[in-house]
């Protein structure tokens, strides 16, 4: 079966199925799928397609589950290779059961949100949540059957408890970076997932799930980039990552963040040299911090280079970043601006891929509407503009002056 599975996904990846396998056995890349779901598992890693992400979930001012449903519908629709359910609000329980139900892609969770939530209704605080609550949430999660998991294990006492952090310009950006945070600085104690690390590898071992190491200190500024904190943990992800190999766990790493243009190329080979090339998951990398209302498309020109130097998998970032609960047009703008920056560079790495480049190229050239815009990254989007604008052979933009209609017309030619 699971030949079967490497086989059918080689073919798409346009690879040889034992090049795939060594990948996989070798932590380059994974396979990603709870035992217990029937669906088509996903592959990310090195030399694979570059996979996108979308977050959805209800926010605690916006607990609609169906809003959320709404949104998968979407992040499917236009094209979201996985969805993660990033819910604080609402029945916790109910809204992932209804999302791993409708969704057709692999689903991510974070289960420290769902600890943190539940042991603030229990003890009145998320710092007095326990170990147990931790692994709890986890094994119960598992068994609903979340594909793979956020788990920020990096973080350490140690770190935690620099003061240093208060001089960041951006701070902790990460919920699950400050939850933890939080708790280590109330309790002086370890980070249980850090500690407990090894009951969380039997747990994803047990149920085939993919642990996706958060980067809960990563840069949320321009300026924070590359600072003592993400390079802390970044180093530890490094260690956990070769403990997680041992047990036989899949492992990606989460990644930045904020980061100027003329890092994005060191954060890859970073990333790649500490964590012996676990596939590489970037959270845009945003380029500016200027870009309020278009972090979609500072992410996809953080995405597109990330992607360029080695990052296997973008998390989508909405134009509503730092600014709101994303709608939507807000997740269907965010899977598109990442869906572009992916493609810029799947392909260069898949000539099947190029393939539909060099398709769309030759339909323009001979106007053929149709095809040029079924073609297109996201053809609902122009559906419709060609009979709109009154297309005929030539496109309202030149008219009778269309470059190409010219040139067909030479009789020279
Ligand atoms: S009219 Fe201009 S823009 Fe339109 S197809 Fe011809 S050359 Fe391209």
């Known amino acids: 079966m699971q030949s079967q599975i490497i086989k059918k996904i080689a073919e798409d990846e346009n690879i040889s199925p034992k090049v795939l396998k060594i990948k996989i056995d070798r932590g380059k890349a994974v396979l990603v799928k709870n035992k217990k ?29 169906k809003d959320e449903l709404k949104k998968l519908k979407v992040a499917q629709e236009a094209g979201a290779d996985s969805i993660m359910d990033l819910s604080v609000g609402g029945d916790l329980k109910n809204i992932r059961k209804q999302i791993l139900a409708a969704s057709k892609l692999i689903v ?16 009145g605080s998320f710092e007095r949540m326990t170990n147990q609550d931790i692994l709890d949430v986890i094994e119960a999660q598992a068994k609903e059957g979340v594909d793979f998991f956020t788990i920020h294990s990096g973080i350490t006492k ?17 919920r699950g970076g400050a939850i933890i945070s939080r708790w280590i600085m109330a309790n002086q104690k370890e980070n249980p997932l850090y500690e407990y690390f090894d009951d969380i590898l039997d747990i994803a071992k047990k149920y ?38 041992k047990k036989n766990v899949g492992i990606i790493i989460e990644g930045p963040g904020h980061v100027p243009i003329d890092q994005i190329e060191a954060n890859i080979r970073m990333e790649k040299e ?38 296997d998998f973008l998390c989508v970032v ?33 000539k099947r891929l190029r393939k539909i480049d060099e398709d769309i190229s030759t ?17 609902k989007a122009v559906e ?30």
């Open 158 to 174: 140690k770190i935690a408890n620099n003061r240093k952090i208060t001089k960041r310009k951006g701070g902790i950006v990460s």
């Open 108 to 123: 991510g969770t974070v289960p420290i949100y769902e600890a943190a939530v539940k042991s603030e209704k229990k003890y």
């Open 384 to 413: 419709g503009i060609t009979e709109k604008l009154k297309f005929s052979d030539a496109c309202s933009m030149c008219g009778k002056y269309c470059s190409l209609k010219i040139m067909e017309d030479c009789p020279l030619v």
């Open 363 to 379: 339909s323009r050239k001979k106007r053929d509407w149709k095809k040029h815009i079924s073609l297109g990254i996201y053809p």
């Open 318 to 350: 909405t134009p509503k970043e730092h600014l709101g609960h994303p709608n939507q047009e807000d997740i269907k703008l965010g899977v598109i601006a990442a869906r572009i920056a992916a493609h810029s560079v799947n392909l260069t790495r898949n």
């Open 208 to 245: 085939d799930i993919v642990l996706s190491l958060g980067d809960g200190l990563r840069p949320g500024a321009i300026s924070d980039s590359m600072d003592f904190f993400q390079v802390s943990e970044l180093l530890n992800l490094g260690i956990l990552t070769e403990k997680a190999r």
């Open 37 to 65: 779901r029937k669906i088509k598992p996903l592959t990310i890693g090195e030399g694979l397609r570059v996979k996108v992400n979308a977050n959805i979930g209800a926010s605690t001012k916006n607990p609609e589950i």
């Open 274 to 311: 500490i964590c012996k090339n676990a596939p590489f998951y970037v959270l845009g990398p945003l380029v500016t911090d200027t870009a309020l209302g278009f972090d979609h498309i500072s992410s996809a020109i953080g995405g597109a280079l990330a992607s360029l130097y080695g990052a």
